[in-house]
Nanobody, 115 residues
Framework: QVHLVESGGGLVQPGGSLRISCAVS????????MHWYHQAPEKERALVAS???????TYADSVRGRFTISRDNVRRTVALQMNNLKPEDTGVYLC?????????WGKGTLVTVSS
């Protein structure tokens, strides 16, 4: 069974930093492109960042230059370093991947940016 478990969310002040992580099991992690999504309150889920098996990265315009996605194929984890956080970054962050046409999601970790 495929499992994705996010961790590291919390409350941070505007301008602060937070690092969230996702632990993956049940698939050949090193071959999979991994994604982080942001589910803001009352908004649609939006793709934030992706990293391929070759460590190529892409970012949404809203986070480019502030967020960094990385992966550790030995630990089977994908992380999102979030700097200069803004109130609009508040929401649930979910990691995701797909295998054989099936999309897999974690339950998410809540990030709240507020003073």
């Amino acid at each position: 069974q495929v499992h994705l478990v996010e961790s590291g969310g919390g409350l941070v002040q505007p301008g602060g930093s937070l690092r969230i992580s996702c632990a993956v099991s049940g698939l050949n992690f090193r071959l999979n492109t991994m994604h982080w999504y942001h589910q803001a309150p009352e908004k649609e889920r939006a793709l934030v960042a992706s990293i391929t098996s070759g460590h190529n990265t892409t970012y949404a315009d809203s986070v480019r230059g502030r967020f960094t996605i990385s992966r550790d194929n030995v630990r089977r984890t994908v992380a999102l370093q979030m700097n200069n956080l803004k109130p609009e970054d508040t929401g649930v962050y979910l990691c995701s991947t797909s295998s054989r046409g099936v999309n897999f999601w974690g339950k998410g970790t809540l990030v709240t940016v507020s003073s």
